[in-house]
Nanobody
Framework: HVQLVESGGGSVQPGGSLTLSCAVS????????MAWFRQAPGKEREGVAR????????FYDNSVEGRFTVSLDNANNTELLQMNNLEPEDTAVYYC????????????????WGQGTQVTVS
């Protein structure tokens, strides 16, 4: 069965950088779309970045536009999230997500999730 496993979280000072990775296993075909979400304490989960796996087209939440970059390492079945100029407001558990639903790449269409990795900026 499909599994998504995140890594790369940690603690960093404001202005610092981190790179999150999401390794995909158990899939027989390439996903249609992948994404990163985050959930801060006391807040709802929100979409951060998503990417069409076929075209590489990516979309970002306004709060991270220009600071975060989502990409794919197809050779290793991995999704990456490069996070630069981190702010305390970026502190959250970050989740990797994927969907195999044809043609769908919207925040509400993801049906496979990782377990999350903590990012703390202080």
């Amino acid at each position: 069965h499909v599994q998504l496993v995140e890594s790369g979280g940690g603690s960093v000072q404001p202005g610092g950088s981190l790179t999150l990775s999401c390794a995909v296993s158990g899939a027989t075909t390439r996903s249609n779309c992948m994404a990163w979400f985050r959930q801060a304490p006391g807040k709802e989960r929100e979409g951060v970045a998503r990417i069409y796996t076929e075209t590489g087209a990516s979309f970002y939440d306004n709060s991270v536009e220009g600071r975060f970059t989502v990409s794919l390492d197809n050779a290793n079945n991995t999704e990456l999230l490069q996070m630069n100029n981190l702010e305390p407001e970026d502190t959250a558990v970050y989740y990797c997500a994927a969907t195999w639903s044809g043609g769908s790449c919207h925040w509400g269409t993801f049906d496979y999730w990782g377990q999350g990795t903590q990012v703390t900026v202080s």
